[in-house]
């Protein structure tokens, strides 16, 4: 679920959508998806990270804000 205001939510995800891609990798797990956001963006001093969203709308790309 995504919270309503958060920043995720701010940034366009919504229930129902999955994940399917940090920047270019494809992404399979939760787990996945933290370490690849923390390893392409977070240690490059990077403040948002690209994904890749399939949901009711189709599939869309997101620029979402991260924590440092």
Known sequence: NVVEKS???TGGLRKGD???Q???RPIRTI???GGTIDEMFNKKGKTSALL???G???DRWLDIAIAQ
């Open 18 to 20: 999955v994940v399917r």
């Open 7 to 9: 920043v995720a939510w």
């Open 22 to 24: 940090v920047g270019d």
């Open 31 to 33: 787990a996945e998806m």
């Open 52 to 54: 890749l969203v399939s």
């Open 56 to 58: 009711a709308n189709g």
